[in-house]
Each structure stands twice: as structure tokens, then as C-alpha cells.
């Protein structure tokens, strides 16, 4: 059972049966695979709209994510008649994209900062693409668009335009010889220097490890919260409806109660002057 294989199933299904489905691909696994599809993470509302907005339009999804790279390549040129034409096709796009997908104004609102990140930053349009993003991005414009942690699963390198649009091309074919060949040399690293950031790395990946653990312990606790809620609140509904219908009843039964008194008391006066009449008859 192929990790990935099984990311791309969850990422498609409905938020709601996502920890279902989850526990069911765990349980169908080998230990160590299992261990890790416990920690794919829930997505949330906005993420969940985008991995099945990439899934059910992937050409749409595409075109928006295009106009990133052509508008890179515009700035690039400093073609201003280009840069505005793409920056209305933009707005047309993103339009298309977020219509029609009945969410709140909140999540829409996330979805619509996801895709506009996307659109000015390739590594946001490589999270995007990938169909399995768990958080919303957003772009300050001022720095390049945080991913980390946004994505289910890794996305591979090669997914992710190079920085310099006059290169993009020859850096998609040689990623690695490129980004060596822009960034200055690092300065040596001593056995000892390199000992301790190694041993920090595995101490941070045992804690990242625990983190995930614990937030999906609470992710769990929670869904179960939410369902023993609802539960709860549909009893509470039950009772209400049958407490009304008793005190409907009751109601009713002290109305019935009053009338009988007020007959028994006719019919025992009427006894009464029965009575007198038959002594009167007898007389």
C-alpha cells in the first residue's frame, strides 16, 4: 500500500468522512505504513474546497495558476500593457474558480487568499496542484508564501518553479545543479558542528513527531466531542417534543378533571331534589 496512493484518496473524500476513511486505510495497513497515515491531518473547510476544486476542475485550477507564470515572466520584461492585461485575466479567473462553491463568507474568503497566493508564488501553486493541502495559504506580498506544514506530503522539487523567471525552464530540467549554482558557497562544517545539528534535527523530528501525535489525538477527542453532541442535542430535542406533548396532556386532563367535577356536583344536586320529590310524593 503506497502512501502517497492512499493521501490522494483521503484529500479527495468529504472533510466529514475523512478520520473514517483514514482509520479504515490505517487498519488495512502494515504497522509502520499505518503509523503514517495516522498522522495525515483533517483539512480544513477552505483547504478541502481547493483539493476538490483541483479535482473537479483541474483546467480551470490550471489557468489560474498559469497566470502566475506569465506574469512573472511580464515583470520580468517590465511589460505594463502585459502585467494589466493579466491582472484583469487574473480577477476573471479567480471569479470563475471560487463561483458557485456555497461556503461561508469566511472559507471563501480563505479559499479566494489560497489561490491568489498561488498565483504569485510557485510554491504555493506547486501545494496547490498537489490536491492535498490540509491549511489555507495566504501572501503578504512582502516575502514568499509559507507552506510549511500546508501540504499532506512532501511535494517534489521538481514541482517548483525556479525563482527566476528568465530561467525557469533550465532550472526545471537541472533543479539541483541551478539552486547550487545561485547560492553562495556555505562555509565548511566541522565532524562536531555537524554531529550536533544532526543530533537537533532528530530531536526536532521526535518533537514535530509528538506535536502531530498529540493535535491528532485531540483532532480524534474532538470529533468524537462533536458527534456525542449532536447525539446529546437530538436526545434533548426528544425529550422536549415528548415533555410538551405531557404537558399538553396534562393540560388537557385538568380541563376534563374540572368539567367532571362540575357535572358530579349537577348530577349529585339533581339526586338530592329527586330524593325530596320522592319523600314529598310518599307524604
Not at 243 to 271: G, I, K, N, P
Request: aromatic share 2%; glycine share 2%; charged share 40%.
Amino acid at each position: 500500500m503506497d502512501l502517497r496512493d492512499v493521501a490522494g484518496e483521503l484529500y479527495a473524500a468529504a472533510p466529514a468522512d475523512f478520520i473514517a476513511k483514514r482509520n479504515a486505510a490505517a487498519a488495512e495497513a502494515d504497522k509502520p505504513t499505518a503509523k503514517q497515515i495516522k498522522t495525515l491531518r483533517k483539512p480544513s473547510a477552505s483547504a478541502a474546497a481547493i483539493n476538490a476544486l483541483v479535482r473537479e476542475h483541474p483546467d480551470l485550477v490550471g489557468d489560474v495558476l498559469d497566470i502566475g507564470s506569465r506574469m512573472r515572466d511580464a515583470f520580468a520584461s517590465r511589460d505594463r500593457a502585459e502585467i494589466r492585461a493579466l491582472t484583469q485575466e487574473r480577477q476573471r479567473l479567480l471569479q470563475r474558480a471560487t463561483d458557485g462553491l456555497d461556503l461561508s463568507p469566511a472559507v471563501q474568503r480563505e479559499v479566494e487568499e489560497t489561490l491568489q497566493a498561488a498565483v504569485i508564488d510557485p510554491a504555493a501553486a506547486a501545494a496547490v496542484r498537489s490536491g492535498m493541502l490540509v491549511r489555507a495559504l495566504e501572501a503578504t506580498g512582502l516575502e514568499q508564501v509559507d507552506v510549511s506544514d500546508a501540504v499532506a506530503l512532501p511535494v517534489e522539487v521538481e514541482d517548483f518553479p525556479a525563482p527566476n523567471p528568465r530561467r525557469r525552464k533550465a532550472a526545471a530540467a537541472e533543479p539541483a545543479e541551478a539552486t547550487e549554482a545561485e547560492e553562495p558557497a556555505e562555509p565548511a562544517e566541522t565532524p562536531g558542528e555537524r554531529r550536533e545539528r544532526q543530533r537537533r534535527i532528530r530531536a526536532a523530528e521526535k518533537d514535530v513527531e509528538r506535536a502531530k501525535a498529540d493535535a491528532e489525538a485531540t483532532e480524534d477527542e474532538l470529533d468524537d466531542t462533536v458527534d456525542r453532541r449532536g447525539d446529546l442535542e437530538a436526545e434533548r430535542d426528544r425529550l422536549q417534543r415528548k415533555l410538551q406533548r405531557v404537558v399538553d396532556d396534562l393540560t388537557e386532563a385538568r380541563a376534563a378533571e374540572r368539567s367532571l367535577r362540575t357535572r358530579l356536583t349537577d348530577a349529585q344536586r339533581a339526586v338530592r331534589e329527586a330524593e325530596r320529590a320522592l319523600r314529598d310524593a310518599r307524604d
